[in-house]
């Protein structure tokens, strides 16, 4: 046997570690920092037969057995441009470079385009699961050439999360960006449930509840329908108290500004581009973006005097809404992931890409930060129905059918309670406009066809029509 490496990796912050030693449990993997000494720690910590570091780029290819398989970790952008770049001098034909960051689906296009001019590959490997994950399992969503997966099949098949099954969460998407965009929906999903139970959160946090007797409601929740790694993580943050001299909950004391890392915006910019309603996606970034402006808040909540009372619910009450609102929650995920399923459709039709929706769904059961319970109910709603869109399965048109009225309860509380629904609110009007023959365009095309002869058409006749108006 050789004593090359059978896998190369370079980027070792924590993601790049992780999956190293994820690897390393199968395989005898090469590592690579810019950094030396961040490669050399790791090594000096985590060092093993399995798992080598090189100081030099040469040397890490050449430790190497052809095809070579390097895996890049590292930040998206143009990090990974010159990584490449610095790389090819030492490359072979047929060599494989996977790219398992955060990479922007256009530039996994542009990449994989232009290493196979040169006769080699570039594989876009969406991987998820935070920095766990990585070590024990994540969920990858892997685009690029059907030949290239066949030989990285049995390695990502060895290091992925299992799903509810047992099957390993990693499946081939489709050709050149199609991982990365599968995983840049992920986000975008993410975004909208995280900022949904932000709203829950906040709605009982107006009514009085303390950050601990919320997680109570939260494990409760986990314990149900909406179970999943978010809820579970909630609940010990939810009752964390301060070990910096305060008595508070710590969540109380964290500043209310919320980052982002442009996956969100990115799946936001999908929808309006490619013309499909991911409101509830898009408002979660919206949520975000308000939440930075944070002086400015403060400066506003100045001059604004709330006109509504403080009109706290009684304890007893809130008490009878936990199942309402754990109901209205459920519908609106399935309405956020019904709408990011819509942009996939949509992109897979422009892109030509032949995406397998219960596929994906499984593949979100384990390592992800959205596994969750909903998605085995997605997965086995998609293959019943041979991936149709969501909102015509049966099963979720009657999941949806039987929460609607207490979506309906939820966001009206929420509004009472003072709440900003940014997500909840979305996932209502989206639902409910969608599943209405007659909306309320008309109105918008008397409009426009009166201040800029846009012309409209009818219901009861067939033709273009344009009215003098006044
Ligand atoms: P560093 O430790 O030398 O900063 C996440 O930032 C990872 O990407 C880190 O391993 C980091 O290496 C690496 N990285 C960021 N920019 C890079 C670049 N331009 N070239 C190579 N590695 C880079």
Redesign the pocket.
């Known amino acids: 046997m050789s004593d090359k490496s059978q896998i190369g990796l ?4 924590v993601m ?1 570690q992780n999956l190293a030693r994820n690897l390393a449990r199968a395989h005898k993997v090469t590592v690579y ?3 030396t000494e ?1 490669m050399q720690d790791f090594i000096g910590e985590h060092g093993s037969e399995n798992l080598a570091g090189e100081a030099e780029l040469e040397g890490f290819v050449n430790s190497l057995e052809k095809p070579r398989k390097i895996i890049l ?3 998206a952008g ?2 990974v441009d ?2 490449i770049g ?1 790389l090819l001098p030492f490359l072979d034909k047929g060599d494989i470079i996977i790219d398992g960051g955060n990479s922007h689906f256009p530039d996994t296009i542009r990449r994989e385009k232009e290493l196979s001019e040169k006769d080699m590959n570039f594989f876009g490997c969406g991987v998820s699961g935070g920095e766990e994950g990585a070590l024990n399992g994540p969920s990858i969503m892997p685009g690029g050439s059907t030949k290239v997966w066949k030989e990285l099949e049995p390695i990502l098949k060895k290091i992925a999360a299992k799903d509810f099954e047992g099957e390993p969460c990693v499946t081939y998407i489709g050709e050149n960006g199609a991982g990365h965009y599968v995983k840049m929906v992920h986000n975008g999903i993410e975004y909208a449930v995280m900022q949904m139970m932000a709203e829950a959160y906040d709605f009982y946090r107006s009514n009085g509840l303390s950050a601990s007797e919320i997680g109570n409601i939260f494990e409760k929740y986990n314990q149900g329908k909406l179970k999943s790694f978010l809820f579970e993580i909630s609940v010990p943050i939810l009752r964390k108290k301060d070990e910096k001299g305060t008595d508070e909950y710590l969540l109380d004391l964290i500043l209310d500004k919320a980052g982002q890392k442009g996956t969100g915006r990115w799946t936001g910019i999908e929808g309006l581009e490619r013309g499909i309603d991911i409101s509830c996606i898009q408002q979660a970034v919206n949520a975000r973006i308000v939440s930075s402006r944070k002086n400015y808040r403060v400066e506003l909540d100045k001059k604004y005097k709330k006109p509504y009372a403080d009109k706290t619910l009684p304890k007893d009450v809130v008490k009878e809404l936990v199942p309402v609102i754990e109901n209205g929650l459920y519908a609106a995920m399935l309405i956020a992931y019904a709408q990011g399923f819509d942009l996939l459709r949509q992109a897979a039709e422009e892109m030509e890409w032949d995406l397998n929706y219960a596929e994906i769904a499984r593949i979100w059961q384990g390592g992800c930060i959205i596994r969750a319970q909903i998605l085995k109910t997605l997965t086995e709603a998609f293959k019943e129905a041979n991936n149709a869109p969501l909102w015509e399965i049966e099963q979720i048109v009657s999941d949806l059918q039987d929460n609607w009225l207490d979506l309906r309860a939820t966001v009206s509380l929420g509004v009472q309670a003072g709440t900003p629904l940014f997500c909840l609110g979305a996932a209502l009007a989206s639902f409910e406009a969608m599943s209405d023959a007659r909306g309320s365009a008309n109105f918008i095309q008397g409009l426009r066809d009166s201040f800029g002869a846009h012309t409209y058409k009818r219901i009861d006749q067939d033709g273009i029509f344009h009215t003098e108006w006044s």
Do not use: P, Y
């Open positions: 370079i980027g070792l912050a790049g920092n810019r950094t961040t970790m590292v930040k143009r990090a010159a990584v610095s």
